[in-house]
């Protein structure tokens, strides 16, 4: 029986966001790649214009929640 002690568990970086999961992540809009503003806390999609919230180190991918990019 295992206790769990061999088994890889990431720990989260104060700040920043696991670059795996960077990868896996799309728009839900757009389907396009998204870029991480570590100063904002935000996921940036350039094609649709929009800006996703990271609370807590987790992205909230909710059309609803993101806010409008205006430059």
């Known amino acids: ?6 088994e890889f ?3 989260p970086i104060q700040g920043q966001l696991d670059q795996r999961l ?9 389907k396009a790649s998204l870029t ?6 935000e996921l940036y ?5 929009l800006a996703y919230p990271v609370r807590d180190g ?6 609803e929640e993101a806010r409008p990019l205006t430059e």
């Open 1 to 6: 029986m295992s206790n769990g002690s061999s």
């Open 9 to 11: 568990k990431p720990k």
């Open 22 to 30: 960077l990868e896996v992540l799309v728009c839900p809009v757009s």
């Open 36 to 41: 991480y503003n570590e100063l904002t806390k």
């Open 45 to 49: 999609s350039a094609n649709a214009r």
């Open 58 to 63: 987790i992205p909230v991918m909710i059309i």
